[in-house]
Protein backbone atom coordinates (compact mmCIF):
# COMPACT_ATOMS: atom_id res chain seq x y z
CA UNK A 1 0.00 0.00 0.00
CA UNK A 2 1.25 3.28 -1.08
CA UNK A 3 1.96 6.14 1.21
CA UNK A 4 0.65 9.64 1.29
CA UNK A 5 4.08 10.80 0.00
CA UNK A 6 4.04 8.29 -2.51
CA UNK A 7 0.71 9.29 -3.46
CA UNK A 8 1.71 12.88 -4.06
CA UNK A 9 4.55 12.08 -5.79
CA UNK A 10 3.11 9.84 -8.10
CA UNK A 11 -0.40 12.19 -8.78
CA UNK A 12 1.79 15.77 -9.03
CA UNK A 13 5.74 15.70 -8.90
CA UNK A 14 5.88 12.32 -11.46
CA UNK A 15 5.96 13.31 -15.24
CA UNK A 16 4.63 16.89 -14.07
CA UNK A 17 1.14 15.96 -13.34
CA UNK A 18 1.12 19.27 -11.05
CA UNK A 19 1.00 21.48 -14.45
CA UNK A 20 -2.28 19.76 -15.05
CA UNK A 21 -3.62 21.99 -11.56
CA UNK A 22 -2.47 25.26 -12.47
CA UNK A 23 -3.11 25.21 -16.37
CA UNK A 24 -6.68 24.28 -15.15
CA UNK A 25 -6.62 27.50 -12.33
CA UNK A 26 -5.15 29.19 -15.08
CA UNK A 27 -8.07 28.70 -17.86
CA UNK A 28 -10.73 28.53 -14.59
CA UNK A 29 -9.54 31.82 -13.78
CA UNK A 30 -9.97 33.42 -16.81
CA UNK A 31 -13.20 31.79 -17.56
CA UNK A 32 -14.44 33.37 -14.26
CA UNK A 33 -13.28 37.03 -14.76
CA UNK A 34 -14.37 37.30 -18.39
CA UNK A 35 -17.85 35.35 -17.87
CA UNK A 36 -18.38 38.31 -15.86
CA UNK A 37 -17.53 40.96 -16.99
CA UNK A 38 -20.36 39.53 -19.99
CA UNK A 39 -22.71 38.99 -17.56
CA UNK A 40 -22.81 42.50 -15.77
CA UNK A 41 -22.84 44.36 -19.45
CA UNK A 42 -25.74 41.79 -20.08
CA UNK A 43 -27.12 42.40 -16.62
CA UNK A 44 -27.37 45.76 -16.64
CA UNK A 45 -28.64 45.92 -20.09
CA UNK A 46 -31.88 43.76 -19.02
CA UNK A 47 -32.09 45.45 -16.10
CA UNK A 48 -32.57 49.03 -17.63
CA UNK A 49 -34.45 47.52 -20.48
CA UNK A 50 -37.31 45.95 -17.99
CA UNK A 51 -37.54 48.98 -15.64
CA UNK A 52 -38.13 51.05 -18.39
CA UNK A 53 -40.74 49.20 -19.64
CA UNK A 54 -42.31 49.20 -16.17
CA UNK A 55 -42.02 52.84 -15.76
CA UNK A 56 -43.01 54.09 -19.14
CA UNK A 57 -47.08 55.02 -19.83
CA UNK A 58 -46.25 54.94 -23.15
CA UNK A 59 -44.27 52.65 -24.11
CA UNK A 60 -42.95 52.19 -28.36
CA UNK A 61 -42.27 49.78 -30.12
CA UNK A 62 -38.92 49.56 -29.67
CA UNK A 63 -38.95 49.35 -25.76
CA UNK A 64 -41.65 46.64 -26.43
CA UNK A 65 -39.49 44.71 -28.68
CA UNK A 66 -36.51 44.54 -26.28
CA UNK A 67 -38.58 43.90 -24.01
CA UNK A 68 -39.78 40.77 -25.09
CA UNK A 69 -35.91 40.12 -26.11
CA UNK A 70 -34.79 40.44 -22.76
CA UNK A 71 -38.34 38.06 -21.29
CA UNK A 72 -37.32 35.72 -23.94
CA UNK A 73 -33.73 35.59 -22.54
CA UNK A 74 -34.17 35.49 -19.00
CA UNK A 75 -36.97 32.72 -19.21
CA UNK A 76 -34.90 30.73 -21.34
CA UNK A 77 -31.45 30.97 -19.42
CA UNK A 78 -32.95 30.98 -15.74
CA UNK A 79 -34.85 27.79 -16.46
CA UNK A 80 -32.70 25.60 -18.39
CA UNK A 81 -29.49 23.55 -16.63
CA UNK A 82 -26.26 25.59 -17.32
CA UNK A 83 -24.32 22.43 -17.82
CA UNK A 84 -26.63 21.86 -21.10
CA UNK A 85 -26.51 25.61 -21.94
CA UNK A 86 -22.99 25.15 -22.30
CA UNK A 87 -23.11 22.06 -24.50
CA UNK A 88 -25.57 23.77 -26.56
CA UNK A 89 -23.31 26.38 -27.03
CA UNK A 90 -20.50 24.17 -27.97
CA UNK A 91 -21.74 21.73 -29.82
CA UNK A 92 -24.86 23.04 -31.59
CA UNK A 93 -24.28 26.97 -31.64
CA UNK A 94 -20.11 27.26 -31.86
CA UNK A 95 -19.39 24.04 -33.69
CA UNK A 96 -15.89 24.92 -33.68
CA UNK A 97 -13.45 28.19 -32.00
CA UNK A 98 -11.73 28.20 -28.92
CA UNK A 99 -13.06 25.85 -25.74
CA UNK A 100 -12.14 28.41 -23.62
CA UNK A 101 -14.07 31.64 -25.54
CA UNK A 102 -17.33 29.43 -25.62
CA UNK A 103 -17.40 28.25 -22.43
CA UNK A 104 -16.62 32.28 -21.42
CA UNK A 105 -19.47 33.50 -23.71
CA UNK A 106 -21.66 30.62 -22.75
CA UNK A 107 -20.89 31.49 -18.93
CA UNK A 108 -21.19 35.20 -19.31
CA UNK A 109 -24.78 34.94 -20.70
CA UNK A 110 -25.69 32.68 -18.02
CA UNK A 111 -24.57 34.88 -15.47
CA UNK A 112 -26.20 37.93 -16.89
CA UNK A 113 -29.54 36.65 -16.37
CA UNK A 114 -29.10 36.27 -12.66
CA UNK A 115 -27.55 39.25 -12.37
CA UNK A 116 -30.13 41.09 -14.42
CA UNK A 117 -32.29 40.89 -11.13
CA UNK A 118 -29.55 41.84 -9.31
CA UNK A 119 -29.24 44.99 -10.95
CA UNK A 120 -32.98 45.77 -11.04
CA UNK A 121 -33.72 45.56 -7.65
CA UNK A 122 -30.70 47.95 -7.56
CA UNK A 123 -32.13 50.19 -9.38
CA UNK A 124 -35.04 50.50 -8.02
CA UNK A 125 -33.59 50.65 -4.48
CA UNK A 126 -32.70 54.25 -5.82
CA UNK A 127 -35.84 57.10 -4.34
CA UNK A 128 -37.67 58.20 -7.44
CA UNK A 129 -36.52 61.50 -6.31
CA UNK A 130 -33.24 61.05 -7.53
CA UNK A 131 -34.51 60.35 -11.47
CA UNK A 132 -36.84 63.60 -10.83
CA UNK A 133 -33.83 65.86 -9.15
CA UNK A 134 -32.18 64.53 -12.53
CA UNK A 135 -35.06 65.44 -14.48
CA UNK A 136 -35.09 68.74 -13.33
CA UNK A 137 -31.72 69.67 -14.17
CA UNK A 138 -32.58 69.19 -17.62
CA UNK A 139 -30.71 65.80 -17.74
CA UNK A 140 -32.67 62.87 -20.16
CA UNK A 141 -33.86 59.75 -19.20
CA UNK A 142 -30.82 58.24 -20.00
CA UNK A 143 -28.23 60.68 -19.01
CA UNK A 144 -30.41 60.45 -15.71
CA UNK A 145 -30.18 56.76 -15.26
CA UNK A 146 -26.48 56.66 -16.33
CA UNK A 147 -24.76 59.48 -14.41
CA UNK A 148 -27.24 59.39 -11.19
CA UNK A 149 -28.75 56.66 -10.90
CA UNK A 150 -26.44 53.47 -12.00
CA UNK A 151 -23.63 54.61 -10.12
CA UNK A 152 -25.91 54.22 -6.59
CA UNK A 153 -27.06 51.21 -7.91
CA UNK A 154 -23.86 49.71 -8.29
CA UNK A 155 -22.90 50.75 -5.08
CA UNK A 156 -26.31 48.87 -3.41
CA UNK A 157 -25.37 45.52 -5.42
CA UNK A 158 -21.82 45.60 -5.65
CA UNK A 159 -21.95 42.70 -2.35
CA UNK A 160 -24.37 40.98 -4.17
CA UNK A 161 -21.96 41.06 -7.71
CA UNK A 162 -19.22 39.84 -6.01
CA UNK A 163 -21.32 36.86 -4.81
CA UNK A 164 -22.15 36.26 -7.69
CA UNK A 165 -18.30 35.82 -8.89
CA UNK A 166 -17.92 32.99 -6.38
CA UNK A 167 -21.00 31.32 -7.58
CA UNK A 168 -19.26 31.32 -11.30
CA UNK A 169 -15.91 30.46 -10.07
CA UNK A 170 -17.82 27.06 -8.69
CA UNK A 171 -20.31 27.18 -11.81
CA UNK A 172 -16.61 26.65 -14.21
CA UNK A 173 -16.22 23.16 -12.45
CA UNK A 174 -19.08 21.60 -15.82
CA UNK A 175 -15.85 23.15 -18.52
CA UNK A 176 -15.10 20.13 -18.37
CA UNK A 177 -17.90 18.83 -19.94
CA UNK A 178 -16.62 20.39 -23.34
CA UNK A 179 -13.06 19.28 -23.33
CA UNK A 180 -11.81 22.35 -21.34
CA UNK A 181 -8.94 21.35 -18.67
CA UNK A 182 -10.13 23.88 -16.25
CA UNK A 183 -8.83 22.80 -12.28
CA UNK A 184 -11.29 20.33 -12.09
CA UNK A 185 -11.01 18.37 -14.95
CA UNK A 186 -7.00 18.68 -14.51
CA UNK A 187 -7.78 16.68 -11.46
CA UNK A 188 -9.41 14.07 -13.35
CA UNK A 189 -6.97 14.14 -15.67
CA UNK A 190 -4.61 13.23 -13.05
CA UNK A 191 -7.08 10.47 -11.39
CA UNK A 192 -7.65 8.62 -15.35
CA UNK A 193 -3.64 8.44 -15.38
CA UNK A 194 -2.95 7.18 -11.66
CA UNK A 195 -5.94 5.30 -10.78
CA UNK A 196 -6.34 7.28 -7.60
CA UNK A 197 -8.97 9.57 -7.33
CA UNK A 198 -8.44 10.42 -3.51
CA UNK A 199 -5.62 12.79 -3.93
CA UNK A 200 -5.61 15.03 -6.89
CA UNK A 201 -9.38 15.40 -6.26
CA UNK A 202 -9.35 16.33 -2.58
CA UNK A 203 -6.35 18.59 -3.77
CA UNK A 204 -8.92 20.64 -6.44
CA UNK A 205 -11.57 21.01 -3.76
CA UNK A 206 -9.04 22.09 -1.12
CA UNK A 207 -7.66 25.27 -4.03
CA UNK A 208 -11.96 25.66 -4.63
CA UNK A 209 -11.99 26.18 -1.13
CA UNK A 210 -9.41 28.61 -0.17
CA UNK A 211 -10.38 30.67 -3.40
CA UNK A 212 -13.80 30.81 -2.30
CA UNK A 213 -12.70 31.14 1.46
CA UNK A 214 -10.20 34.40 0.65
CA UNK A 215 -13.02 35.86 -1.77
CA UNK A 216 -15.47 35.45 0.91
CA UNK A 217 -13.37 37.25 3.56
CA UNK A 218 -13.00 39.98 0.62
CA UNK A 219 -16.57 40.41 0.12
CA UNK A 220 -17.14 41.10 4.03
CA UNK A 221 -14.52 43.79 3.79
CA UNK A 222 -16.73 45.55 1.32
CA UNK A 223 -19.89 44.71 3.00
CA UNK A 224 -18.68 46.12 6.08
CA UNK A 225 -17.00 49.15 4.18
CA UNK A 226 -20.36 49.78 2.70
CA UNK A 227 -22.17 49.74 5.80
CA UNK A 228 -19.76 52.37 7.47
CA UNK A 229 -20.11 54.88 4.43
CA UNK A 230 -24.24 54.21 4.83
CA UNK A 231 -23.90 55.48 8.30
CA UNK A 232 -22.30 58.79 7.56
Avoid: C
Avoid at 61 to 84: E, H, K, W
Avoid at 164 to 185: C, M, N, R, W
Amino acid sequence: MESISEKFYDAFVKNDRWMYITNGLKNTVIITAFALIIGVVLGVIAAIVKVSYAKKTKKGVGLSIANAIVTIYLTLIRGTPTVVQLMIMYFVIWKSGAPVAVAIVSFGINSGAYLAETFRSGIQSVGRGQEEAGRSLGLSYGQTMRKIILPQAFKNVAPAVFNEFITLLKETSIAGYVGIQDLTKGGDIIRSQTYDATTPLLLVAAIYLVIVIGLTQILRVIERRYAVSDQR
